[in-house]
């Protein structure tokens, strides 16, 4: 059964002015918005979420709760994740794309829980994560897992 997740994108400017404009808001009911831009280097607002963050962060976020939600399932105790997860646009073939989305995250686990297992399920959380199978860039994986 599929999921809808409408959202509204507001943008208004004059792109005859060569310094328009690239704020834009992202509103869906029941939530705050989201002030978007492009990215500075793109002449956008720096204090504005981006594509390429929002991106990354769609790709980080659907990765953690995958993760979190085998975890569950298996009854392996995660007690903490903080990611430092990181997107790359680059031009390839004078198209430009995200290449790359890094996922660094500081896994905290309950001490005696097996690192080799927290990894496994990390792992498998790519496979099942509907935003990495959703994109084409590459998706490196680079968790480093603590003992509390």
């Not at 981006?50 to 953690?64: K, Q, W």
């Amino acid at each position: 059964m599929a999921h809808h997740y409408p959202l509204q994108l507001n943008w208004t400017g004059n792109t005859l002015d060569g310094t328009y404009n690239r704020n834009a808001t992202v509103t869906t009911a029941g939530k705050p918005p989201i002030a978007v831009s492009s990215a500075p280097e793109y002449t956008g607002d720096p204090a504005r979420w981006n594509p390429e963050d929002l991106l990354g962060t769609a790709l980080s976020t659907c990765h953690m709760l995958t993760f979190l939600a085998l975890c569950a399932k298996a009854k392996v105790e995660i007690v903490g994740y903080e990611d430092h997860a990181e997107a790359l646009l680059d031009t390839v073939d004078k198209v430009s794309r995200v290449t790359q989305v890094h996922l660094r995250p500081v896994i905290r686990v309950a001490r005696g829980t097996s690192m080799a297992k927290v990894l496994d399920l990390f792992e498998k959380a790519h496979k099942y994560c509907f935003v990495a199978n959703s994109v084409t860039c590459e998706a490196v994986l680079n968790p480093r897992v603590v003992e509390v």
